[in-house]
């Protein structure tokens, strides 16, 4: 068996392994890269293997760092299935759509600059067309059930407590001869004990794993800690009479942090502020966390399964969709807070709330999830005293803060705790994916000091034999 690291190799987008075993190539996520433009655009309109000759897409969730990718790799001439859970499957119809979208309208800018520099024109990364036909590709597969894949190869996916549908992948491979591996590949691994959906369920007795590193370097606060620190803010925020702008996506974090505010309107710890989720995809969203009980924990499904009662809709809440409504919000100038997508603000709405409050210092723009080097979100979370957004420069005089807390990732706690089923003297080889150099490194070493023998970092590029 060989792994080839293609992306979210020293970094934490465009998740991409390839795995070679028993005469198959099997891909495991095929995600968009996100970073410098340039670069970007680069990377996501090439492959370093050939699409054709990939057998089968193992899917670990379906955000669009770990899937955005996927009507691109069946353009270029994939046909084989792509395995993802059932949640999963109905979460990338619709977040595929989006992402097709993005990439339209992202294309037709860059030809705009293109055309007037009298250079050839581009073509989307890939239209709605091309998201259709790649959704035929996919299998929807159960939770803990296992699938014979290919002769030799068995997969299994167990719940990975990171956003609605998300799993980890364990692979139990006969290489004949005697030789059989138990493989691991974590995806993005969620936090135990948070709202919503279920707490991740740990891959056990494995002889390698390739595994998510984020938050490598990092504890997350306590929950009453982080309840109380986003009282205080929502609260000041009000009091000063300016916007709340929330860069999130419209699946899973906007979800929790929702269920977050209702909690503390209901303890009376914040004053009545109106909420905005604007994003056309808000509503499909609900409906898919309701036609997936399987995925939600017991409270979330006590509320909405049996109760029929929406979790994510009480009356403060609104739900924005159309585009005139949207625009509507700016016209509005009393306190309230807007969630919006993409979380790393590099593309949707986001972008037009951040440019028309981000220069006033009664708005405080709030991250709650991770994001990678170069990103919109990443240079205002660092401090950058001025940012471009839509091609205009803006001076960033609002707060900023950024509450981990929130985060779909587990902190270092949690990742070195989602070993612990697996014996140092059986699990051979630890590759630390998903994570930036000063995530990575100390988890790195802190694995080792508990005993794991071979912990790598693996680069882009890089091929180990096991
Ligand atoms: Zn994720």
Redesign the pocket.
Known sequence: MEIEFIGAARTVTGSQHLLYVNGKKILLDCGLYQGRRKEAFEINRTFKFSPTEIDALIL????I??SGKIPNLVKNGFSGPIYATAATVDLCQIMLRDSAHLQERDVYVVNKIRKRQKKNLFEPLYELEDVEKAMDNFIGVQYNRSTEIFPGINLIYRDAG??LG?ASILLEIDEGNNKKIRFGFT??IGRPFMPVIKSPDLLRDLDIIIMESTYGNRLHPVTEEAEEELAVVVKQTYENGGKIIIPAFAV?RTQLLVYELHKLFNENRIPEIPIYVDSPLAVNATNIFRSHPECLDRETYRVFIQNDEDPFGFKRLKYITTVDQSKELNEKHEPMIIISASGMAEGGRILHHLANNIGNPKTLVLFVGYAAEHTLARRIMDGAESVNILGQEHKVKSKVKTMDYFS??ADQKELIDYLRLNPTNKLQNVFLVHGEEEQALPLKERLKSKGYRNVHYPASGQKFTA
């Open positions: 670990s969730h379906a955000h760092d770990h990171h956003i998300s995806g993005d899973g779909a990732h």
